[in-house]
């Protein structure tokens, strides 16, 4: 069995019995070449319907990848053109995010999760389309003072996004196409997109459903029933995250994208090497935030070991249980994930417990074994088994 073989094994085994994720597929490119696996089903055998295999050529929902594949991506084209600057206060380029506190928020802010920002906000509550839900995400009120401290949000990349938008005179589908996709050559698009090609990403909106229910992790003023487009079965090539869904049309700075690993391996490559901006613009994107060492602008930070050589790696994840990570110093990208929402939460409850992030595969054990995966591909055969107690 391949290394990248048994990472799928491994990540397809786990999570509790009886709720293991229904697919996974894992991704290693470097200088020896590409090697890609995936096992378990894209849609799951039901009465009547056989069922249709994993398969590594299927459109995954990237989640929160959508930050760092298109709106960083984005984000480093246009720097490197001078037409986007980071630096810049965010009102330059979306006038009516002003007042209370946001008027010196910059635009590397929205990107370093450190402007203030709520995390989260279920828009589709208050707003039923694009143009309402965007000028809500605008007027929300900050959490925090800006540039004091780090809190993950959907609503800076949402608005980050729509930069993207206001700068290039288009669509933000329309601009990931023409400043990444299009130079790429990747097939990787903006849903909604022939279920046919897409691997099922969710049972039902079940988990969002239980956070505004219950107001976990994040506390909202609303019940339920301030919605009423709750989808009740799988999610095949639409988007599962709610605010892209119900609110922005399938299209956001934040969720949204659909790609192969082939496609996610080719722009890790295309990264670390500069193509989308150069390798000044790489270098400004790639440093650490001063107040979060672990946030670069747009990707996470991390640093693994690989045969005893530290590697700086820029990463991100998706809610899906996606993941496209790169190094810096070596030729290293590692993408896939496991569908930890597949398989494993079930319908909308209207009674009874809600889907709780405990009943989730975490995250993290999805990004380890994909890393994990990745160290075994790039040290065999020469060099002994990397310790996973090494990594930090």
Known sequence: MTALAATVDGLLALGAPGA??????????????????????????????????????????????????????????????????????????????????????TVEQLLTHTAGLLPWWPLYCEARDPAAALERAQSLPLAARPGTGWQYSDIGLILAGHIVEKVTGAGLAGAFASLVAGPLGLTARYGPVPAGRAAASADSDAYEFGM????????????????????????????????AAHALGGVSGHAGLFATVDDLLTLGAALRAGDLGGRAVLERFAAPSPVAPEQAVGFRRRVLRAGGEPLTFLWHGGFTGTFLGFALERELVVAGGAMRLYGTVGPIRDSGPAPDAADLVASADIHDLLLDGARRVLTAPAAAPVNPGEER
């Open 212 to 243: 505004v229910a219950t107001g976990r992790p994040y506390p909202v003023p609303f019940s339920t029933g301030a919605f009423a487009g709750w989808r009740h079965g799988e999610l095949r090539g639409v988007v599962n995250d709610g605010n």
């Open 20 to 105: 293991h994720p229904a697919s996974a597929v894992a991704g290693v490119r470097s200088a020896a070449g590409t090697q890609v696996a995936a096992a378990g089903w894209a849609e799951l055998p039901a009465a009547g319907a056989a069922g249709v295999p994993m398969s590594p050529d299927l459109l995954l929902d990237l989640a929160s990848v959508t930050k760092v594949a298109a709106t960083t991506a984005a984000a480093m084209a246009l720097t490197a053109a001078g037409q986007l600057d980071p630096a810049a206060p965010v009102r330059r380029y979306l006038p009516a995010f002003r007042g209370d506190g946001k008027d010196g928020v």
